[in-house]
Every structure is written in structure tokens, then in C-alpha cells.
């Protein structure tokens, strides 16, 4: 049974950085072909994808965003770990991880998501 | 701006089928590259509802259905219930001159009337 879960901050400031973690089991992300993706959402607006990182240690990013993002793994712990740096108010949403095929190139399980809010 | 486009809203009644497109370009869909359509009931996660265009995980109910051709993609739901309303979201790989990556679509509302 595969499960993710997201934490970190609930309120940042604006230009801080943040720090979030993706815990997860059910699968190891020393396996081939497999991958963890964290996915954001605005209150009322659609998904955006933000960053991806592989079992191989490759890494994808957002074009838009890709100069605040860094995305790193803990395969011991498995754990991924996702950091936005200048942080704005427009950056406040709920923020997904999930796990991710190469091959199929789908997220076929998500974490329950954590609300981020960034204000003063 | 979504890279990939949906109707904001479509509606139906219950046991009616709805339709809901999804709009790309030569740089994601046309590609060749798959869609798969993701289920978000209110103030819970998305849900893999369709993957590979067509293709249902298992315990998705054969009510729902998906297509694509050309640059665009369908999800079909069939025999309407009370429990579909929802949001609904497509997605597929993009690859551009300006990069690459994940892209969603924009979101569909289906209010069951």
C-alpha cells in the first residue's frame, strides 16, 4: 500500500524560504523507473506542477519556477524534500506530493496535501 | 494560463452523459505524448481517474471513459450520479523551446443538476 504525506510550515513570510517534506511508504525510490512529483494548488485555482525527482537522481522543474526550486531525496528515509526560495503571497496554495512513473508518466498517488499561506 | 485547455464548467443530470475536452498543441499532445485525466472531489487530493488516454485503474467505475485524437483529449462520463460532481483535470508531458515538464489542464467543474 503506497501512502505519501506532506509537512512543513503552515505560515511563511514573504521572501522566506520554504521547506517542505514528502514522507512516504509502499515503495523505495532506489527502485527503477520510479519517482516522486510535488504538485501545487491555489485556493479555487487548478493544479500546477512544480518539481520531480527520479530514482536515478534526476531532477525536472518547472520552467516558471525552476530558479526558486530545489528538489533532493533521503532514499533511508524516504523521504523528498522540496524548497521555494523568495517566497509570495501569490506562492500561498496547497501543496501535493505524489508518486510518479517514469514510463507512464502519471501521478497515480497522492498525499493528502498541506496548505501553505504566506503573509506578513 | 494553462497549458492545456478545459471548459470551466459543464453540467448534467443525473443519468446523462457529459463530455469534457482538453485542448493542447503540437508541443504536448499532438506530440504523441498520453493524457490522463486526474477526479479532485471538493477539499480532498486528485485522484488518477483515467491514465494513458483510455485506460481506467482499477476500481474506476467503466462509467468513465477517455479518448484523444489529434491535439485534444475527452473524458466521457456516462450515467450520471449525484457523486461525480466534481473537479475534474487533464494532463500531459510538454516539450518546448522554453522547456519541459508536467502541464495541466486548467480544471472543469461537473455539477450535477
Known amino acids: 500500500q503506497i501512502t505519501l504525506k506532506e509537512s512543513g510550515p503552515t505560515l511563511v513570510k514573504p521572501t522566506q524560504t520554504l521547506t517542505l517534506t514528502c514522507t512516504f511508504s509502499g515503495f523505495s525510490l532506489s527502485t527503477s523507473g520510479v519517482g516522486v512529483g510535488w504538485i501545487r494548488q491555489p485556493p479555487g485555482k487548478a493544479l500546477e506542477w512544480l518539481a520531480l525527482i527520479y530514482w536515478d537522481d534526476d531532477k525536472r522543474y518547472s520552467p516558471s519556477l525552476k530558479s526558486r526550486l530545489t528538489i533532493t531525496k533521503d532514499t533511508s528515509k524516504n523521504q523528498v524534500v522540496l524548497t521555494m526560495t523568495n517566497m509570495d503571497p501569490v506562492d500561498t496554495a496547497t501543496y501535493y506530493c505524489a508518486h510518479h512513473d517514469v514510463v507512464k508518466y502519471y501521478f497515480d498517488y497522492w498525499g493528502q496535501g498541506t496548505l501553505v499561506t504566506v503573509s506578513s | 494560463q494553462s497549458v492545456l485547455t478545459q471548459p470551466p464548467s459543464v453540467s448534467g443530470a443525473p443519468g446523462q452523459r457529459v463530455t469534457i475536452s482538453c485542448t493542447g498543441s503540437s508541443s504536448n499532445i499532438g506530440a504523441g505524448y498520453d493524457v490522463h485525466w486526474y477526479q479532485q472531489l471538493p477539499g480532498t487530493a486528485p485522484k488518477l481517474l483515467i491514465y494513458?488516454?483510455?485506460n481506467r485503474p482499477s476500481g474506476v467505475p467503466d462509467r468513465f471513459s477517455g479518448s484523444k485524437s489529434g491535439t485534444s483529449a475527452s473524458l466521457a462520463i456516462t450515467g450520471l450520479q449525484a457523486e461525480d460532481e466534481a473537479d475534474y483535470y487533464c494532463?500531459?508531458?510538454?516539450?518546448?523551446?522554453?522547456?519541459?515538464?508536467?502541464?495541466f489542464g486548467g480544471g472543469t467543474k461537473l455539477t450535477v443538476l
Open positions: 494513458g488516454n483510455s
Open positions: 494532463q500531459s508531458y510538454d516539450s518546448s523551446l522554453s522547456g519541459s515538464g508536467v502541464v
